[in-house]
């Protein structure tokens, strides 16, 4: 055991951390936000989304919930992917208030994001992280006075892949049935 | 100044380290479960008159600390806004371990976060999580305040934990570790088995003398941030 610098981490802990990346996180916290700048108490459900009244969680979707149909061609890269499933949210019934869509895979790998909703993806990774021990399949959460995530847990030939929608309204189980039902389509690269 | 201790941490030790009672009472996790409920109904006063708590509650369990962080925002919202209309001007959360969950909820609630970190190897192997965590819930919560780490249980008899604490300050900028580091003492132990607090204890005259000085250190942090911000 050689003897411990001062002006380096001890051993135990050096090879655990990234030192330079850890002050860049640390020193982003110590800077206030301006007050000004910040939302006020009020401001639950502004676009920067700070706030659920309620999360509903159903165990049951549709018997053939994302599975892929046999005549499926394998999916390759993620650019693939991500056009697809850009198809697949250009699809989606007129009906279905969607403001917005991203997806994840199972590890919690953004593979699409129609927009900006990067505030949102530490929600979709909890959740991810809590059914993988549950068999929840779709839950529901609001994130404002008119806005809802919806996101659904769909199996596919790669993996699971959960689909995360911003709507304005919460969205009926037919609703539900219709996205988990058309999504293998897609992903198989054929069209509807 | 009117002050409330709040257990937000399912396992319910601020109450259980207090009375015995306390495992009866209602409390925060109750006020999550039950819309209804009043707030007056969980104060528990104490000897201080300035000074009130309120118990874990009869709903709390560990699953309730877990799971998807988001679910109990909006009630922890209403409990705060409840404190302040009783009049309260400061509220202690003292939440659980992990930035996930109820926890990640009140911290998103809250004006400013305090986090008390063990001196030893792994705790401060675990701290770019908590960094990251602390970065999320910024995203909900832009106006918290990140006041700092607080060393706990720091023994300066143990190579590993004095090395630990000298690593946490290295790693971190200077400033986010607080100088005020709470030792590992056979008082608190003392102070737990008889329900009482540390610093009314005969011998507790050094202990009170270390949170004096980490509530001193608190209170310029957050003038401090007033002043920034």
Known sequence: ?192 | MRTLLVDADPQGSVGLSLTRQSRMLPGFYDFLEDPGLDLAKLVVPTRMPTFSLVAAGQASNYEAGGGLAGTHLARSRSFMRSVAAHGFQVCLMDTAAGLFGVTADVIACCDAALIPQQSEPLGVRSVPKMLEGLHRIRVLNPRLVVLGVVLTMVQDDLTESREAAQALRQLLPEGMVFQTAIPRDGIYVKASAKGLPVGILEDGDIAQSVFDSLRSEVETKWEKSNILA
């Open chain 1, 1 to 192: 055991m050689g003897k411990i610098e001062h002006s380096r981490l001890m051993d135990p802990i050096e090879s655990w951390v990234d030192p330079q990346e850890v002050k860049r996180l640390a020193e982003a916290l110590m800077n206030p936000v301006a007050r000004a700048n910040a939302p006020s108490d009020d401001a639950t459900y502004s676009k920067h989304f700070v706030g659920f009244a309620e999360a509903r969680d159903h165990t049951q979707l549709p018997a053939n919930n994302g599975r892929a149909p046999s005549q499926t061609v394998p999916v390759g890269a993620q650019g693939d992917r991500s056009q697809q499933l850009k198809n697949f949210r250009e699809a989606l019934p007129s009906p279905i208030p969607y403001k917005g869509f991203f997806a994840l895979q199972s590890e919690a790998q953004v593979i699409y994001d129609d927009g900006e909703h990067q505030h949102l993806y530490f929600v979709a990774r909890d959740w991810i992280k809590t059914r993988n021990s549950s068999s929840h399949q779709h839950v529901q959460l609001r994130i404002g006075s008119s806005d809802f995530l919806e996101m659904i847990s769909c199996q596919t030939h790669d993996g699971i892949v959960v689909l995360a929608f911003i709507v304005s309204r919460a969205l009926a189980s037919d609703e539900l049935a219709r996205i988990t039902r058309s999504l293998p389509t897609f992903l198989s690269g054929s069209s509807t």
